[in-house]
């Protein structure tokens, strides 16, 4: 089954659209379920899959993290921690936690059975993207990425628009370490699923790919 969100246009409210996509025969894409977000939210900026498709969840532009139960299309819990909208959101490898990323400068851990927002991850810059790694039990980090607004980015250097990928322990939400590369925003990135490097994308239009060296694995935090 294929999750989307619409966009608030044409005097049509924002919706959250569900289409089962194994229905080959039925080319016009009927849902299987549509539920309205606004008015009552505000519109959905990026949905995910709960474990085992009982439920989705959405982010949105007042920054609200909200659970829609499949069967019944309404609305299980609604999360209010961020002020501005959420711009990514991603699950962690074993399905149990959720990292969003807002434009209020922050990256927040959330528990997905319960949406309580667990761990704050503070910088000084738009977030835009957030991940958390596969190896969450021996390193347990989380890397976002983001930096200055696009609009700006032409008036500033790559130093002071802050376009480094920043790590941060995933319990004590300290930043240990920051990559450069990119010259514009952070758009998207995500680890790689061994947990041996990640990837990030940039308004600069690269992909950057980083393998992390043997000094990764041999840092300790000092508790």
């Given at each position: 089954?294929?999750a989307?969100?619409?966009?608030?246009?044409?005097?049509?409210?924002s919706?959250?659209?569900?289409?089962?996509?194994?229905?080959?025969?039925?080319?016009?894409?009927?849902?299987?379920?549509?539920?309205?977000?606004?008015?009552?939210?505000?519109?959905?900026?990026?949905v995910?899959?709960?474990?085992?498709?009982?439920?989705?969840v959405?982010?949105?532009?007042?920054?609200?993290v909200?659970?829609?139960?499949?069967?019944?299309?309404?609305?299980?819990?609604?999360g209010?921690?961020?002020?501005?909208?959420?711009?990514d959101?991603?699950?962690?490898?074993?399905?149990?936690?959720?990292?969003?990323?807002?434009?209020?400068?922050?990256?927040?851990?959330?528990?997905?059975?319960?949406?309580?927002?667990?761990?704050l991850?503070?910088?000084?810059?738009?977030?835009?993207s957030?991940?958390?790694?596969?190896?969450?039990?021996k390193?347990?980090?989380?890397?976002?990425?983001?930096?200055?607004e696009?609009?700006?980015?032409?008036?500033?250097s790559?130093?002071?628009?802050?376009?480094?990928?920043?790590?941060?322990?995933?319990?004590?939400?300290e930043e240990?370490a920051?990559?450069?590369?990119?010259?514009?925003?952070?758009?998207?990135i995500?680890?790689?699923?061994?947990?041996?490097?990640?990837a990030?994308?940039?308004?600069?239009?690269?992909v950057?790919?980083?393998?992390?060296?043997?000094?990764?694995y041999?840092?300790?935090?000092?508790?």
């Amino acid at each position: 089954m294929i999750a989307y969100t619409t966009d608030k246009m044409m005097g049509q409210n924002s919706e959250l659209v569900i289409i089962d996509c194994r229905e080959a025969n039925d080319t016009d894409g009927t849902p299987i379920m549509r539920t309205q977000v606004t008015p009552s939210n505000s519109k959905a900026l990026s949905v995910l899959w709960g474990p085992l498709d009982e439920f989705v969840v959405t982010g949105h532009e007042d920054g609200c993290v909200i659970k829609w139960d499949m069967r019944t299309g309404k609305k299980m819990i609604v999360g209010q921690e961020h002020t501005k909208q959420i711009k990514d959101m991603q699950l962690s490898h074993d399905g149990m936690m959720l990292i969003t990323a807002s434009k209020d400068t922050t990256a927040r851990l959330w528990d997905l059975d319960t949406l309580k927002a667990l761990k704050l991850y503070q910088t000084d810059r738009p977030v835009n993207s957030a991940a958390i790694t596969p190896l969450v039990d021996k390193y347990p980090h989380v890397v976002v990425g983001g930096g200055q607004e696009a609009m700006d980015v032409t008036t500033t250097s790559s130093r002071i628009g802050k376009f480094d990928a920043r790590f941060f322990h995933l319990v004590f939400e300290e930043e240990f370490a920051r990559v450069k590369g990119h010259f514009g925003p952070i758009n998207s990135i995500s680890f790689h699923p061994n947990g041996r490097g990640y990837a990030s994308g940039g308004e600069d239009g690269y992909v950057r790919v980083h393998v992390f060296d043997d000094s990764y694995y041999q840092f300790r935090f000092d508790y």
